[in-house]
């Protein structure tokens, strides 16, 4: 990824950002690089809060079959989000739909997805950043999207077999496997993601509907390490994202 805050360059699509109030970061292109290990090829996906479209790009590239569909609240980052899907190699499979999540999950026809992804905001001080839609894209208020508010209704949207992945804090942890018990949902696989070794800071999750269970299924845990003891990129992080990244 190289070039100027408004455009980022990738291996193989190009990312303008530069009305969007967030721009990508590494916790989307961590959730875009994953790889669960228990996850099929998948043909329906849905981004939701998807930005200027990142995830929905690093998944039409994994996936050469997948429709996507990409759901987005905020206006400016749903225009670029538009402009990027149709100047992608993927452009006839991405799908851009301008709401806000509840209301698009009350009005959902019967399409039902394999994979639901989603880097949801986390932020719950009382303070919120000044600028009105960078608050909109990075808190959690006043029932906005937040990850609780996915695990709560993203069972309504999964074909049989799917799954929800999330990158959240990892301090968050135990009150979303709480709001999934409640939400039919049990924790399939956990990534620890570490600055450095054994600090996590955050954790990338896939959700699995509890009744579709036969029998006991163990979490499947594993760690990444984001940087070298002399900070520089570490090897593991490097193997993630060498598919999307430019060297």
Wanted: glycine residues 6%; aromatic residues 8%; neutral net charge.
């Amino acid at each position: 990824m190289s070039s100027s805050t408004e455009v980022f360059h990738f291996r193989r699509f190009k990312l303008r950002q530069g009305r969007a109030a967030q721009k990508c970061g590494t916790d989307a292109l961590l959730l875009g690089a994953w790889q669960p290990d228990s996850l099929p090829a998948p043909r329906r996906i849905l981004d939701v809060g998807t930005g200027t479209g990142v995830l929905a790009l690093m998944l039409a590239q994994r996936y050469p079959k997948a429709e996507i569909e990409a759901w987005e609240l905020e206006a400016e980052a749903a225009a670029e989000a538009a402009e990027n899907f149709a100047a992608s190699p993927w452009s006839t499979r991405l799908r851009l739909r301008q709401t806000d999540f509840l209301d698009a999950v009350r009005t959902a026809g019967p399409a039902r997805y394999d994979l639901i992804l989603s880097n949801p905001p986390y932020y719950t001080e009382t303070t919120l950043a000044p600028e009105a839609s960078r608050a909109l894209a990075r808190h959690t208020l006043g029932g906005s999207l937040s990850p609780a508010l996915l695990l709560r209704y993203a069972p309504r949207l999964l074909e049989r077999g799917g799954a929800l992945a999330l990158i959240t804090p990892a301090e968050q942890l135990e009150a979303l496997r709480q709001q999934a018990v409640r939400s039919g949902l049990y924790l399939a696989e956990w990534v620890a993601v570490s600055s450095r070794p054994a600090r996590p800071v955050r954790s990338l999750t896939l959700w699995r509907p509890i009744v579709e269970l036969t029998s006991y299924q163990p979490c499947l845990r594993s760690e990444l390490v984001l940087q070298e003891a002399d900070g520089s990129p570490s090897a593991d992080y490097r193997c993630w994202t060498e598919a999307y990244l430019l060297g």
